[in-house]
């Protein structure tokens, strides 16, 4: 893909953000639910690709090893290897298909460990080898968004500004799984925390070979093919998975 063809999808997806779910930007809602909807409008300029938010691929290439000064980043968190906020690739490729990485933030800049993340997973250098990187700062009236090719920055982040910004209700095809755009942003969050809520409680007395099963089950479905239960789902799963794994490997060690 040209680079021109892939900073035109960013920027409708970006401009779809806008026109539909502002009020998730500056407010109080999970960064999480804009990266979220960010990926459903990617989601339909890469027919044959899938759009995934925070997936987890158990495999070495993907431990925080493979990137220099990630593993420092991991201190203290969950992440026993490296989950991105959004992914363009063909899950079944053994990582031959990558096409995109994103990191996405609201009303915050891209921070030490988001760029070490996007420079390890585009460098040609490494296992990963995403074609295009990018980091996307939603703030209300404007987006900044930081090109990554070949492990490197594309010069300064480029700010744009949506063709059209609308808090009214608009039309969206945005599918059965995600949290409807008319709701506020306080109603929004509401709904995300009580269905964290329930996910947690759902998952949280899996043993480790259901916790795996359980997401096997779900990590193949697109982001529009999702309910909101199962997205709340695969979302905890990512994090209860990735302490297993580091949980073993420092027994490995």
Known sequence: MESD????ATDEAVNRVFENDLELIG???????IAHRFAVYLEPSFPGMNVDCEYVRTDEESSPEQIPGIEECNEGKEAGWIIPD??????????EVNLAVFEVKSCSGLDEC?????KGMTSRSGPLRYE????????PDHCDRLLFVD???????IRTSPNTIQTGEGPTDAGEGAVSGTKTAIEQNADILLLDKAARKKIQGLAPEEALELYDSLKDKSI????DSEYAERLVLSEKLS????KRRKQKT
């Open 114 to 118: 988001d760029r070490l993340k996007l």
């Open 243 to 246: 302490e297993i794994i580091r």
């Open 224 to 227: 529009t093919e999702l309910t």
């Open 132 to 139: 295009f990187g990018m980091g996307v700062e939603f703030y």
């Open 27 to 33: 407010s109080d809602a999970n960064e999480r639910a």
């Open 86 to 95: 959004v992914l363009v690739h063909a899950r079944k490729s053994k990582g």
């Open 151 to 157: 492990g490197d920055p594309q010069g300064d982040p």
């Open 5 to 8: 063809d892939f900073l035109k």
